[in-house]
């Protein structure tokens, strides 16, 4: 075995805890930063999915097949050391694998690479329709502006057209390629938009994956208690995208209900444009907002409890939105389930998007704080810190 | 490429819940599927019913088209009672309303307007404390 000064290049492995104020990192699979070493690199126990990491998210919850845009997820493997996968062993109940782009989604179509006919829902704003190939795209339903007639495979032809609310049909014939329907008087950027509307992508925007939850039926378990019971410091991250403000939607809970049981945690919104966090040693406490969180939004969470200090930060978008002094009761959190989309799996049930969830038994402040909300905004469409 | 292309939307009356289980362990293919419909949370203003909304496979709707022999843990006549209670609307212009005797499935519509067209609402639940 040759020494490895002989091996030319460079490689910089990331010291264990021993040096974690002052960390360096391999760029070989670390990036800049890895939740793992991080945040998890003293034995911490909690938690990391990483929604864009193709090899740790499954169709089954046995993580046989590798689950791709589009499917249904029944396992995603934690990255935290810990062990903590998520699972969903019921096929009708598992939430969906999607990706988006970072900035943000434009295009209104569906199978955009050679165009079919196909329905739209419209708003009553400017429209813009464009796409590049020789055939035409007549409209109907909710405007017959047109048609858009096609001059050319590598031509861009657009149509810009003011709708009314409700359900506009583009009638296709011929070779309609790269389409696009964006609102506003320009086109954009073209983004592709695959078999479903779970797979969407642009170039030269990183694409942040996610898991699809519908507020009815879709939610997510650890596939066993995770044992928080040595400590009684909590701290939540949570890329979000909140689709709806109907109903109350429960992101994360610890335990089958905090309501009912001790040393539990719960990341949620109520019926409202609010978002919130509750903690509970032995009593509850929240610290939530009831407005400015209008859906469809998203946002970077983070949650920061302590029970014994009667605290609670709660932030979005690495500012702080509420806190909560409360008294939470006594004792540490509790060795239990974690679940994802519902209320055990039975209510309460969120309609909406995660890119990103990261749950560590430990307090997280200063930098680590900081840059650990960024890198979940890094995963977070349309959330830049 | 993903082959769950098919949007599913199902509502189950409460009575339908047994054999709505053989029949999701049939088209889920594993015994998991067996606890689908657990908690009847919607309701047409009489009648409690389950709701799922899912994607799906070409071959798991060609498996209701024309079934094929179940695996061991689905019960042969609680899927035929499921597939004979079933009524599947695959136009989005002919949907049709959830029936206290029926399984009604849409494909190719949303959450929302499936439980419109259905006719189906969340009962009430129970806020945490």
Redesign the interface.
Known sequence: MGSLSNVPGTLTLRPIAASLSNPTYGSITTGDFNPAFELFGNGEQGLWYDLNDDSTIFQ??AGTTLA?????VGRVNDKSGNGNNAVQ??????P?RGRMPKAGVRNLLTATATLATQNVTTTNVQHTLSFTGTGTVTLSGTSTAGPLVGTGVNDRVSLTFTPTAGTLTLTVTGSVTLAQLQTGAAFDAYQAV???R??ITESGQPSCGYLSF?????WMQTAAAVNFSSTDEMSVFAGVRKVSDA??GFVIEHTT???ANNGAF?LAHGADAGFGY?SKGTV?ATAEVVSGITAPTNRVFTALSDISADSIVFRANGAQIATSAGDQGTGNYANAVVYFGA?AG???FFNGLVFSTIIRGASTSGTLLTRTEQYVARQTPAVNL | MTQFIYQLSVSVPESLTECANHLAAYLGGSEADLNTYTNARYTDGTTDYHFLATVVTAGALQKVAVPSEPPEFVDPLMLSQALQSLVLITDPESLVQAEPDKITAYIGVGVEQSLSSMGLTLKPEALEA
Do not use: E, K, M, V
């Not at chain 1, 062993?89 to 598992?94: C, L, V």
């Not at chain 1, 519908?214 to 879709?218: M, P, T």
């Open positions: 089954d919850s791709s845009w589009g499917d249904p062993s019921t096929a009708g109940s598992r969906i695959g078999l479903t779970f797979d519908n507020g009815s039926n879709q109903a109350i209900s905090r309501a719960t509750s509850s209320r039975s209510s309460l």
